[in-house]
């Protein structure tokens, strides 16, 4: 599946309020679309240029809106970019940067039974969105996250067969897993050096002897 271009450089990260506003303004300009699918992709295709342009909440917005899509089409992602536009599915490479840069300290984590709201400058992210920002974050090393991400996934377990983005949060992990053995073998060979020959075999011939 072909991915939008090479991941921005960061410049900022929205607190929610704003790119919600921002969303808003722009479904309402965009409407009456022809069709709902072109509206999904004229204002999903507004969200990833401010992405591209550095502002990574937008991106999490577009990595949202691929796995509400990837939902409703019963998982597949050809349908998926069909909507949104070929070569713009936010892949792996994309939500794993946007995960790096979450700012953990500005993140809203409501408490079970919590009525307050969002401060004007939180961010808001999905349920599964912050436990893959926490995989992200323990594969970093991060022990605090790994606590919370080993505390969230007891708590998930009970709720999974009934929250549709688990398996998003599952596949994350399962790239992220596969990105670092990636990553650490071309170290590992380096440090072993070049594995050895193997001898050449010897062929039998047609009767049987070698």
Avoid at 61 to 86: K, M
Avoid at 163 to 170: I, Q, R, S, V, Y
Avoid at 184 to 199: F, K
Wanted: hydrophobic letters at 40%; a positive charge; charged letters at 30%.
């Amino acid at each position: 599946m072909a991915e939008p271009v090479a991941v921005p450089e960061f410049r900022a990260f929205s607190p929610t309020k704003r790119v919600d506003l921002l969303i808003a303004d722009w479904r309402a300009e965009l409407s009456p679309a022809p069709n709902p699918e072109a509206l999904e992709r004229d204002l999903y295709g507004k969200a990833l240029e401010v992405y591209l342009e550095g502002d990574y909440a937008f991106g999490a917005w577009c990595w949202f809106e691929c796995d509400r899509l990837a939902n409703a089409f019963q998982g597949r992602v050809a349908q998926v970019s069909r909507v949104v536009g070929e070569g713009r599915y936010l892949g792996f490479s994309h939500r794993k940067a946007i995960a790096d840069r979450v700012p953990l300290d500005r993140v809203y984590r409501p408490r079970k039974g919590d009525m307050s709201t969002p401060r004007p400058e939180a961010i808001v992210l999905a349920p599964y969105q912050l436990l893959c920002v926490y995989a992200a974050r323990a594969a970093q090393g991060d022990a605090r996250s790994k606590a919370q991400l080993e505390i969230a996934l007891g708590e998930l377990e009970e709720r999974r067969r009934t929250d549709p983005f688990t398996p998003h949060l599952e596949t994350f992990r399962r790239l992220l897993e596969r990105a670092q053995r990636a990553a650490s073998a071309p170290a590992a060979a380096g440090a072993t050096g070049s594995a050895p020959a193997r001898p050449a075999r010897r062929l039998r011939r047609a009767d049987g002897k070698m």
